[in-house]
């Protein structure tokens, strides 16, 4: 079998991705030009680290938008020679190479790496925003009112928390368990949590401005629908994803998960900005209760919450290959990264390629994520 | 020693007949072998009778050390009573301790354990069996004919949940009481028992060597069936102590010599490292291991990499992706034919389980089996595939292979679902945790099971495809099939059988119940240290004569 | 504090109420007795011999009387065989009566583990000390090498300090536990042998440098980068404050402030954080104890999940239970040190 050589990788790599160079450059040559009426983004860009975060999270957004002309083989096809060849290595029938070498199973992990793309920059952040704002609706309200409603929703944080959730994976799987209305009802809730925040976000920050307030719950509403429908429902209106029973599992799974650690957050940074003067000057003003929550307490809680935001997308990449252990989410062929590290790493004492590419694919993304959301903090108050 | 061990004048002359077409080469060498020790020859005799010395193991010629205690490698499963062992990790704990009436070795031969000899009649309805004079327990008790009758017997309780050696002792049981039929099990004296059956049936000696066939004594019912608080056996070893997922030791027996002389190894632990493969590495490397009782295929290359010695054996242990008939739309055959016709099977196997074995041909009689008759190499058709699938209007069905979460299982399944895409048909993948998988073995509409191996082809024909079997779980009925199974269990002439056993296999495969890819070949791994240990094509451990070098 | 402490205990017991009748509810449903059915029968049991199991082990009998009874607010009953009237002891392996007796959690009997085959206190005993043992060096690893790491960054935003170790804590903790303990054992086990990737002798009472590094670097890298980048937020958070600014003004030196001002008030964040790491450390780190074969709680936990032992289940929620509301009990007592003026109920 002839490889190419390790210069000729980096080589073919770069041309291969191509469509992602070129949006890039267009992206950062017109943030360039433009760059004094771009405000804060003009200033992100113009700083290294935002300029590297921003280059990595497009990379991979551009990677996962034009995938299927990047990708050399079908990410799930399989070319029995090709079994655990080094990178480089090239298949003879077709005379392409594996740029990233063979998988156990005889596919590309290069178009795997690149197809994983597509799953993860959907899943991750978007289960990770569910349990986020399930996180940030229920933990507001427990620090600010404290007493009773602490009471209550802290009760419910700690059953979460001390659940053995396992429990629920082994039980989601059960066959006959995916028929009854469980998972639907439990994502029912979920995804309605969202809705609801950000509903009750724009009708206290603007009930003094009617058309900005319709505006924006119009919108809510919108795109709360598009997603009740296309992740609860499975019935997405434009047809752009389905999402199967399965898939729903991990986004019940992540919020189950991450919820009652990022309401435990958020109520210790509401407790503590509780105290602050600026709080004590808006009830003074007689500002509503979910008024001061929203807009005084929230954007202040915004430093480590950000933070914790970007680092739990990684984390929900690496559940989504734990959950495989239990049958739950993705297929074991899927090429998404979690569940590619996952099913690779036993194998790296003899085989490092197949687990390393998609591990510095994550490691990458999650780098380009937290260096852009630092460069944003300290761009907005240089002023 | 032909007619000392052949008393029976019929079977001698059959075997004397075989051995001279197996001479010739008509019959296989090891067809022969198997045959003639299930009819109680010796393995001596067996390879006397073909001209040939038995194979001796290689080191034999070095003297074994008394000493050590040898550490392997397996999951300690918990413990419960034998008759309805599902893992052979279970046997291999208390094999330790127990033994067999008889066991099955590395040569594919049946030798005698707790049983001296036994002898069968013409058409295979009646086994007398002899028990091995001065076997004791080692709560001091001798073991005679009432241990053995009183384990028949238990095997033969349908009644008990979970007792897979019923179906192993069917020939012995009375539908209606579901226990052993009245006069089915007789002690003549006390080192004599004999058993009638009510129809022929060659696979009861063969049964008999399984691990739920480990025999226990008499008591073990009165004693609350727990050989863990309860530890009375023949075998070589005493159990020291047990813990579930840790650790079971052994000590060499004390109280009582063992019937077969003395173990070399002062003791035995078994213990579990998980199923995590770099925990068993970082073990051989900490030097906390010696062997492993079994290295599943996928691991394989990582245990060579690691320095140890590997031990391989061919076998009849396979794994099947099967279609349930009862369910759409594998209540066409066309259907289940074009799965087949899309999938090469030696593709399977170098994907599957690294190359870690033989290509089988979707009818699930070995090579190795004795009753093996070859049929036409089939070749994969993706065209022909296609257009069956069409045919039967099922292209655009959407096929879920089932399979459990075990490394080969999942490979296996991954590779047919790769191979079937590409015919063309469109395949979801599901993987379940290995318990819960079992929930709804039988039920599945496509699913993967693995079969471990049997000594005897039709043995697995009749537990699995027969129509109306607890295990079959294709719920394929064929009264053809049934028949003729019914006349290859009964054992014909050699030259009958393989027209039978041609024809068996011929209507399996054309029924395309079973995409059955490869034969597995078992592996072990062992320090440099170990010696006369070698991998056993029923995942049995058997460390009576293994020995550690100093 | 006394009625404090009170309300915080009755907070507990309600709590485990209701998570164990949520538990025994899930382990009853039809699919795990099956599945319970068939790890004590055998694999390929059928139907009718599992049910026969089920009925004659007594699963069949309503659900508030077992759970009752597993409270140890009903006597426990032995099996009767419907034939003869003999009574014999449901599990022989732990002792249970062969008569009927209260015997449940008030009576201290925590049950009998089917999967294990001993008493559940007997299994989960071990399991608990040895994952006491992981938190407490993985804290003692983790927690001051997060902190400086944090502090250091978070007190010059943007420096080239601060970049780096930002750097290197975000590519720890988005590596999975499972590729990072493999690349540590491979170096450090295989090639160089300095250390031991199989931490069997550390459960068995022989814990040392030499088998225990492993395990406990591998949680402590994980976790060491999502701490060190929450203490660093926070301290960003409190260094921009106004306050912070006039001492600055006023001309106090650099370290000063941090240490007597800023950093109390930033380790709200870390604090709730650390305290959500004991959480994880009782049951997210199964991938780590099987990798290094360390048998610990969570790995207890996924047997007992796995195979449906109903009284281990039920014992390791209890156990969650209480940690889960000491570490809220321990935040909340902490937050109203770190910031006097937080009030908690």
């Known amino acids: ?383 | 020693m032909i007619k000392e061990t052949l008393k029976n004048g019929f079977w001698r002359k059959s075997l004397g007949a075989w051995a001279a077409e197996a001479r010739e080469g008509s019959i296989d060498r090891r067809e022969f072998l198997a045959l003639a020790t299930i009819f109680g020859a010796s393995t001596a005799t067996a390879y006397g009778m073909l001209g040939l010395a038995v194979p001796t193991p290689a080191h034999a010629d070095e003297t074994p050390r008394k000493g050590g205690v040898l550490r392997v490698g397996m999951f300690v499963k918990d413990q419960k009573d034998p008759r309805s062992y599902d893992w052979p990790e279970m046997g291999n704990v208390a094999r330790q301790f127990l033994d067999s009436l008889v066991t099955y070795t590395r040569e594919y031969t049946f030798e005698p354990a707790l049983l001296e000899k036994w002898d069968v009649n013409a058409d295979a309805t009646e086994y007398v069996l002899h028990v091995r004079p001065g076997v004791t327990w080692n709560n001091g008790d001798a073991f005679t004919a009432d241990d053995v009758v009183f384990n028949i017997n238990r095997w033969c309780d349908q009644s008990v949940a979970g007792n897979s050696m019923a179906a192993r002792m069917a020939a012995l049981i009375d539908p209606a009481t579901k226990k052993a039929r009245e006069g089915a099990i007789t002690k003549v004296d006390d080192h004599t028992v004999k058993l009638s059956l009510k129809k022929p049936d060659i696979t009861i000696i063969p049964g008999m060597t399984d691990y739920p066939g480990l025999v226990v004594h008499r008591d073990f019912e009165k004693d609350g069936k727990d050989l863990v608080k309860h530890p009375i056996g023949t075998g070589a070893f005493e159990l020291v102590s047990f813990e579930v997922g840790k650790k079971a030791a052994f000590k060499r027996r004390t109280n009582g010599k063992w019937w077969g002389g003395e173990s070399h190894l002062d003791g035995v632990e078994f213990i579990d490292y998980g199923p995590d493969i770099s925990a068993t590495v970082s073990a051989f490397e900490s030097n906390e291991l010696d062997c492993t009782m079994k290295t599943d295929a996928g691991y394989v290359a990582i245990m060579d990499k690691a320095g140890l010695i590997r031990s391989d054996v061919r076998t009849s242990a396979t794994i099947v992706a099967r279609t349930n008939v009862k369910q759409k739309p594998y209540d066409d055959q066309r259907v289940r034919n074009a799965l087949q016709m899309a999938v090469d099977n030696a593709t399977i196997l170098s994907l599957g389980v690294d190359g870690h074995g033989t290509v089988a041909e979707n009818f699930h009689v070995a090579p190795i089996h004795p009753e093996y008759a070859e049929l036409p190499k089939k070749s994969r058709d993706i065209a022909g595939a296609k257009k069956l699938m069409t045919e039967a209007g099922q292209i655009d069905h959407e096929h879920e292979l089932i399979t459990s979460d075990e490394e080969w299982y999942k490979n296996t399944g991954d590779a047919i679902a790769a191979q079937l895409r590409e015919a063309g048909f469109k395949v979801k993948r599901t993987v379940l945790p290995g318990s819960t998988f079992w929930n709804d073995w039988t039920k599945y509409p496509y699913s993967m099971t693995d079969w471990n191996m049997r000594p005897l082809g039709v043995q697995v024909l009749a537990l699995a495809y027969r129509t109306g079997e607890a295990w079959n779980e294709t719920a394929y009925s064929n009264p053809e099939f049934d028949a003729k199974l019914e006349k290859a269990l009964a054992m014909p002439d050699p030259k009958d059988r393989k027209v039978i056993m041609k024809d068996l296999e011929q209507i399996l495969q054309d029924s395309g119940i079973i995409i059955q890819p490869y034969w597995l070949t078992l592996y072990n791994h062992r320090t440099a240290a170990v010696m006369n240990y070698g991998m056993h094509p029923l995942y049995e451990t058997h460390l009576e004569r293994v020995w550690l070098k100093a | ?345």
């Open chain 3, 1 to 345: 504090m006394g009625s404090f402490l009170a309300r915080r205990l009755g907070q507990m017991l309600l709590t485990m109420l209701f998570l164990t009748l949520g538990v025994f509810y899930l382990v009853n449903l039809e699919p795990n007795l099956r599945k319970l059915a068939i790890s004590q029968t055998e694999m390929h049991a059928t139907d009718q011999e599992l049910e026969s199991w089920l009925q004659k082990n007594g699963y069949r009998k309503p659900f508030l009387v077992r759970y009752a009874t597993w409270l140890g607010l009903w006597p426990k009953l032995p099996n009767v065989d419907p034939a003869t009237g003999a009574a014999t002891a449901r599990f022989s392996w732990c002792d249970e009566p062969a008569a009927p007796k209260f015997s449940g959690v008030v009576e201290g009997d925590f049950g009998c583990s089917t999967k294990f085959k001993v008493r559940v206190v007997e299994k989960l005993g071990p399991a608990l000390e040895a994952t006491g043992l992981l938190m407490f060096w993985v804290m003692v690893v983790m927690i001051p090498v997060a902190l400086v790491v944090g502090v250091v960054s978070g007190m010059r935003e943007g420096s080239r300090t601060d970049r780096t170790l930002s750097v290197i804590s975000i590519a720890t903790t988005s590596t999975p536990e499972y590729v990072s303990g493999v690349v540590l054992t491979i170096i450090f086990a295989t090639w160089l042998g300095w250390l031991n990737g199989s931490a069997a002798s550390a459960t068995e009472g022989h814990l040392s440098f030499y088998n225990f590094t492993l395990p406990v670097v591998t949680v402590s890298i994980y976790g060491m980068g999502y701490v060190a980048r929450m203490t660093r937020a926070s301290m960003i958070e409190v260094m921009s404050a106004q306050y912070i600014r006039t001492a600055r003004l006023k001309g106090l030196s650099f370290t000063a402030i941090v240490l007597k001002h800023a950093l109390r008030n930033a380790l709200i964040a870390p604090f709730t954080v650390i305290m959500l790491l004991f959480p994880w450390l009782l049951t997210g780190v199964v991938i780590v104890e099987v990798m290094f074969r360390y048998q610990g709680f969570g790995q207890t936990l996924v047997d007992a999940a796995g195979n449906n032992d109903i009284d281990l289940l039920l014992a390791c929620s209890i156990v969650s239970v209480a940690l889960v509301l000491a570490t809220q009990l321990i935040s909340d007592v902490g937050y109203a040190w770190l910031n006097p003026r937080i009030r908690v109920h």
């Open chain 1, 1 to 383: 079998m002839q490889f190419l050589s390790p210069g000729q990788i980096v080589v073919r790599s770069f041309v291969q991705l191509w469509p992602v160079w070129a949006s890039l450059a267009v992206v950062f040559g017109l943030s360039v030009v433009y760059r004094r009426k771009l405000g804060l983004f003009g200033q992100v860009v113009e700083s290294a680290t935002g300029f590297a975060g921003l280059l990595l999270v497009l990379f991979w957004l551009f990677a996962a938008v034009f995938g299927r002309r990047i990708e050399l083989f079908d990410p799930l096809s399989q070319i029995a020679r090709m079994q655990n060849t080094a990178p480089g290595a090239i298949d003879p029938h077709s005379g392409l190479p594996y740029l990233f070498g063979g998988d156990k199973l005889a596919r590309d992990v290069f178009g795997r790496v690149i197809a994983g793309a597509r799953i993860v920059l959907i899943i991750a952040p978007l289960a990770t925003m569910l349990a986020l704002s399930v996180g940030i609706s229920l933990g507001l309200p427990a620090g600010y009112f404290g007493r009773r409603v602490d009471a209550v929703l802290s009760f419910l944080a700690n059953l979460v928390l001390a659940f053995p959730i396992i429990l629920l994976f082994y039980l989601l799987v059960s066959p006959g368990i995916l028929e009854t209305p469980i998972p639907y009802t439990l994502a029912g809730v979920f995804f309605a949590v969202p809705i609801v925040l950000f509903g009750v976000l724009f009708v206290s920050g603007y009930r003094t401005q009617p058309t900005q307030l319709a505006l924006r719950l119009a919108l809510t509403l919108l795109v709360g629908a598009w997603l009740f429908a296309t992740f609860v429902f499975n019935a997405d209106p434009f047809g752009i994803l389905k999402v199967s029973p399965s898939t729903l599992n991990i986004f019940i799974a992540v919020a189950l998960a991450s919820g009652p650690g990022i309401f435990r957050i958020v109520r210790s940074l509401t407790l503590d900005i509780k105290t602050r003067e600026y709080v004590l000057a808006a009830q003074t003003r007689g500002e509503s209760a979910w008024y001061i929550m929203l807009w005084e307490i929230l954007p202040n809680a915004r430093g480590p919450l950000i933070v914790d935001a970007c680092l739990r997308i990684g984390y929900t990449t690496i559940l989504l290959g734990a959950l495989g252990y239990f049958g739950l989410g993705m297929p074991p062929e899927s090429p998404d990264w979690g569940t590619m590290i996952k099913e690779s790493s036993p194998f790296m004492r003899i085989f490092w390629h197949p687990a390393l590419a998609p591990a510095l694919a994550m490691m990458s993304f999650v780098l380009g994520l937290n260096l852009l959301a630092d460069a944003i903090r300290e761009q907005s108050l240089r002023d």
